[in-house]
């Protein structure tokens, strides 16, 4: 993967320039949210991504530090892709994704359980999360 020049300092093009395109988080959903580790496992899910955009977009979070890639110690020819602290650092902005989609897709998938939850308490939730996600980097 080449070294993308950055367009500006801007923070947002920052941002965009990681997870701008409509793959990347849902990589980090993935694995933030429905635990998910493996090559195959990203390949299953519903929105259907091709082997070479996922190829692609998992070494640019590994090149950004949002994930790790390691060799599996249960199967040495695998590897296990694991969010970092800089990944789970995005926790709070899909936390607020997922309540905006809740609010204004009436046709969202979204788990009522979770909004209910993130509505009760957000903090609370995303100390939660941030903690078995922290759990998982340790292994």
């Known amino acids: 993967m080449a ?9 947002i093009s920052y ?5 701008g395109d409509k793959w990347t988080l849902l990589i980090v959903r993935d694995l933030m949210f429905k635990g998910k580790h493996y090559y195959g496992e ?3 899910s519903e929105e259907k991504i091709a082997t070479n955009v996922l190829a692609d977009r998992l070494a640019l979070l590994e090149e950004a530090n949002i994930v790790v890639k390691r060799v599996d110690p249960a199967h040495g020819s695998k590897f296990i892709y694991k969010l970092t602290q800089k990944g789970i650092h ?13 609010k204004y897709d009436k046709n969202s998938a979204v788990d009522k359980k979770f909004v209910n939850r993130a509505k009760r308490g957000k903090e609370g939730l995303l100390k939660e999360i941030s903690s078995q996600l922290k759990d998982e980097l340790s292994y």
Request: hydrophobic share 55%.
């Open 3 to 11: 070294k993308q020049k950055r367009r500006s300092d801007c923070p």
């Open 15 to 19: 941002a965009l320039e990681i997870f």
């Open 90 to 102: 995005l926790l709070p902005v899909l936390v607020d994704v997922i309540m905006w989609s809740a």
């Open 42 to 44: 990203f390949l299953q």
